[in-house]
């Protein structure tokens, strides 16, 4: 997942599928935001 | 929320990491801790497009998208700029 300790903006490389976020891939949205508080964010 | 004006140029935010995901990506804000989830593969080869291309309209045709599917990109595209992951191009 993301580490809230890193300075420098990166790409790094995918996750594998079993960490992947799940979330309805049916929706017509196609963004969805979240805001992390503090150590760690729930979703 | 108004739309992103298609017809200019938009870069990803410097402070902004892409991580790809089997489902689209995940996009980090390191200035303002938000996180954004793209659901769509088309999508994020847009968001990786605009730095190269001239105007957020020329991304999204690199990234093979019709006309017709432009104003769903376009709201994608918006939320994005409204929570700066996105930025309007100096001009």
Redesign the interface.
């Known amino acids: 997942m993301?580490s809230?300790k890193?300075?420098s903006?990166?790409?790094?490389?995918?996750?594998a599928?079993e960490q992947?976020?799940g979330?309805d891939?049916e929706?017509?949205?196609?963004?969805?935001?979240?805001?992390?508080?503090g150590m760690c964010?729930v979703y | 929320m108004p739309d992103l004006n298609l017809d200019r140029g938009w870069d990803l935010h410097?402070?902004?990491?892409?991580?790809?995901?089997?489902?689209?990506a995940?996009l980090?804000h390191?200035g303002?801790?938000?996180?954004?989830?793209?659901?769509?593969t088309t999508?994020l080869a847009v968001v990786r497009t605009l730095a190269e291309a001239p105007t957020a309209r020329a991304a999204c045709a690199a990234a093979g998208i019709a006309e017709s599917d432009l104003p769903?990109?376009q709201?994608?595209l918006s939320?994005?700029a409204k929570?700066s992951m996105v930025i309007e191009r100096a001009s």
Not at chain 1, 9 to 15: D, I, S, W
Not at chain 1, 27 to 37: A, G, K, R, Y
Not at chain 2, 14 to 24: L, M, Y
Request: hydrophobic fraction near 35%.
């Open positions: 993301v809230a890193k300075t903006p990166t790409e790094f490389g995918p996750a599928p992947s976020v979330f891939l929706s017509d949205t196609l963004v969805e935001e979240i805001s992390i508080d964010g | 410097p402070q902004v990491s892409v991580r790809p995901e089997p489902f689209g995940l980090y390191f303002t801790r938000k996180l954004s989830f793209l659901k769509d999508l769903r990109y709201r994608a939320t994005l929570s």
